[in-house]
């Protein structure tokens, strides 16, 4: 059983236009959720995070969303640039879990100049 | 910054030897995690590891072993490589709590299992 699902392998969007990628989860008891952004051969890094307490987190262009009664979250990107070409994991943990995720399979984000 | 380093980023092996994949970070992190990646399937946890001597099965530990001596250090070890443990492999490393902790992640080893 997937925990966390990222259902759109890919993603293209235009430069300049805005970037929505989203993320479902199963496991009601995951207390914060994380996106990763991964370039090829390199590993991922720690993009932004949210608290299950809170419903919207914002850093620059990056702004991610939770719906806690439809398990959904997304991440939006706005303006996206070429340079946010990567692919994007979501991650869930809980406080418990001794620093443990659930990651999903990740989507692959194409940004065209 | 924080720095996870893996030993090789790629790697050669035949079927059946022992193989010994290193991963060493410099931030004093309790938690260590080893992670392979393919294609459509995301990242499965193979291993992890929240304190020296100490170390929980992931989702996909069969075949695997690991090992964490030393606080900075954690290897992953396949006992007896076979062709579908070809794979890239991460490391990772993170503080134990809270559960927000980001995880830090190495560039990855390429295992190609001949």
């Known amino acids: 059983d997937q925990q966390v699902k990222q259902n759109s392998p890919s993603l293209s969007v235009q430069e300049g236009r805005i970037s929505i990628l989203n993320c479902d989860y199963t496991?009601?008891?995951?207390?914060?959720f994380l996106w990763y952004k991964k370039y090829p051969a390199e590993g991922p890094t720690f993009l932004i995070s949210?608290?299950?307490?809170?419903d919207k987190n914002e850093d620059g262009r990056f702004t991610v969303f939770l719906n806690k009664s439809a398990k959904h979250l997304s991440l939006h990107i706005v303006p996206s640039q070429p340079g946010d070409s990567a692919v994007y994991f979501c991650?869930?943990?809980?406080?418990?879990?001794?620093?443990?995720?659930?990651f999903g399979d990740g989507t692959t984000l194409t940004v065209k100049p | 910054d924080v720095k996870v380093t893996q030993s090789s980023r790629y790697l050669v092996k035949r079927t059946g030897e022992k193989v010994f994949l290193e991963c060493v970070q410099d931030?004093?992190?309790?938690?260590m995690f080893w992670y392979r990646q393919d294609p459509g399937l995301g990242l499965r946890l193979i291993y992890f590891?929240?304190?020296?001597?100490?170390?929980e099965k992931g989702d996909i530990p069969e075949g695997y072993s690991v090992s964490r001596e030393k606080k900075e250090r954690f290897s992953l070890i396949l006992e007896s490589a076979s062709t579908n443990q070809t794979s890239m492999y991460l490391c990772?490393?993170?503080?134990?709590?809270?559960?927000?902790?980001?995880?830090?992640f190495g560039d990855g080893t390429r295992l190609s299992i001949l």
């Open positions: 990772a490393s993170s503080f134990l709590s809270p559960g927000n902790q980001p995880q830090h």
């Open positions: 496991n009601s008891m995951f207390d914060y």
């Open positions: 949210i608290s299950s307490i809170k």
């Open positions: 991650a869930a943990s809980e406080d418990t879990n001794a620093g443990k995720s659930t």
């Open positions: 931030m004093d992190h309790e938690n």
């Open positions: 590891s929240y304190d020296v001597k100490m170390k």
